[in-house]
């Protein structure tokens, strides 16, 4: 038997949180939500720098809406937070598209620090993964020591390019500095793994989906 599906947000066809001229279904969280919930949500962007990075997000998705590429994003993001040096915590394989990243910051009056991340040439065996895995390569990638490194250069933003899914989920954890991602990695698709979703009901629908 399958299991009951339980609707979420991305079972809604109203999208009524955004345009308030619809109907909420009967699942909806914003229709549902508890107000100690809302309260502390709202309370926390009183924390730290977070209702000041909001305003700026806001800000950039405003005045460069469907104008900026996400390289300019994030320059323009880094300006109105005061962010000068920018880490870049980069994929190996990806080392031509972070240089030239690197280069454009500093053509815009920013500084690049990068830490690759085989940083430090560990082997993978040396921390239980199988020797197997060796085959693509010996050294295991090391995103809490990109993180560290960044965070001894007192980085003000960081920009993840290409960690490998879960190597950037211990980036996010131990980065001091807020963290922003340029490029996300998928070596099938060229880095652009929506194309897979764009093709989930057809060139991937048995790959997905199965039978179904």
């Known amino acids: 038997m399958e299991k009951e599906t339980i609707p979420t947000c991305v079972d ?17 969280p914003t229709d ?3 107000e100690e919930d809302r309260q502390w949500a709202l309370e926390r962007y009183d924390e730290g720098r977070n209702r000041e990075i909001m305003i700026a997000s806001a800000e950039v998705e405003y005045e460069g809406y469907c104008q900026w590429t996400r390289v300019q994003e994030i320059m323009e993001f880094a300006r109105k937070i005061g962010a000068h040096r920018i880490g870049i915590a980069n994929c190996i394989g ?20 990068s830490v690759i991340c085989k940083v430090a040439g560990q082997p993978k065996t040396s921390m239980g993964i199988s020797a197997q895995c060796e085959s693509i390569g010996a050294a295991m990638c090391n995103p809490i020591l990109q993180a560290r490194l960044l965070n001894e250069a007192h980085t003000d933003l960081n920009v993840v390019i290409g960690l490998c899914v879960g190597h950037d989920s211990l980036f996010y954890k131990y980065s001091d500095a807020y963290v922003t991602t340029l490029v996300t990695k998928d070596r099938v698709t060229g880095n652009n793994p929506t194309a897979a979703l764009y093709t989930a009901d057809s060139y991937y629908r048995k790959k997905f989906f199965g039978g179904k």
């Open 12 to 28: 809604c066809g109203t999208q009524n949180c955004k345009y308030k001229d619809r109907t909420y279904p009967d699942f909806c």
């Open 32 to 34: 549902n939500l508890k």
């Open 94 to 113: 990806l080392i031509r598209e972070a240089r030239i990243f690197a280069r454009i910051l500093r053509a815009n009056g920013f500084e690049a620090y």
